[in-house]
């Protein structure tokens, strides 16, 4: 059974600060891991993408991904109040990009 | 920027009867998917679609459901004999490659089944 674990929060920073979200996977064989944004009633939205073990920077953003270990994570720097949101982490298994499996998404609030 | 299109945004079924969800892809995009996200639970993968096949499909996609691309914009999905168990947010995605590089997700229809 695949499966990825996050924690579901709610997690509270302070405008400016940075917000730490982290998740596990169980399929050691998994290439291909993403972060989604989803707010209340809305589609996930896609943030991050992430190949190889290290670290990936995309404004704000910085993705994580630690192979040996299972464990990939997003930091956001200088976090918003319109970063206010629903963190989805996705992994695609071995050979197949086109199925993701997701976590259940760590509630995130930024307090102005 | 290119969007994926959904309609309804909301449908009301009682059980029992058929529904087709229908979406519309990013023209350029060759892979079409679709997912569902029952209330408060997980975004769970139903099928994907490429070449006018289905080239993967989940547990949950049994034989009351079913995806078709009827011509060369639309991308639908039909359950033909609704559940109480059915209803969910269904949200259809299109990628250019493989999912590889992630989808593009639309803004989902809400099904209730009654």
């Given at each position: 059974q695949k499966e990825v674990e996050q924690n579901s929060g709610p997690l509270?920073?302070?405008e400016g600060a940075i917000a730490s979200l982290n998740c596990t996977y169980s399929d050691r064989g998994s290439q291909s891991f993403f972060w989604y944004r989803q707010y209340s009633g809305k589609s996930p939205e896609l943030i991050m993408s992430i190949y190889s073990n290290g670290d990936k920077e995309d404004g704000r953003f910085t993705a994580q991904l630690n192979k040996a270990s299972q464990y990939v994570s997003l930091l956001?720097?200088?976090s918003q109040p319109s970063d206010s949101a629903t963190y989805?982490?996705?992994?695609?298994?071995?050979?197949s990009a086109r199925q993701l499996t997701f976590g259940s998404g760590t509630q995130l609030t930024v307090l102005p | 920027e290119p969007e994926v299109t959904q309609t309804p945004s909301h449908q009301v079924t009682q059980m029992g009867q058929e529904v087709i969800l229908r979406c519309v892809?990013?023209?350029?995009?060759?892979?079409f998917y679709w997912y569902r996200?029952?209330?408060?639970?997980?975004?769970?993968?139903?099928?994907?679609?490429?070449?006018?096949?289905?080239?993967?499909?989940?547990?949950?996609f049994d034989d009351q459901f079913s995806v078709e691309?009827?011509?060369g914009s639309n991308f639908t999905l039909k359950i033909r004999s609704t559940k109480l168990e059915d209803s969910a947010m269904y949200f259809c995605a299109s990628s250019t490659f493989g999912g590889e590089y992630g989808y593009t997700f639309g803004s989902g229809t809400r099904l209730t089944v009654v």
């Open positions: 509270s920073v302070p956001i720097r200088d989805l982490c996705a992994v695609s298994p071995p050979g | 892809p990013i023209s350029n995009h060759l892979y996200q029952i209330l408060g639970q997980k975004v769970e993968f139903l099928v994907s679609f490429y070449n006018n096949e289905i080239s993967e499909k989940s547990e949950i691309r009827p011509d």
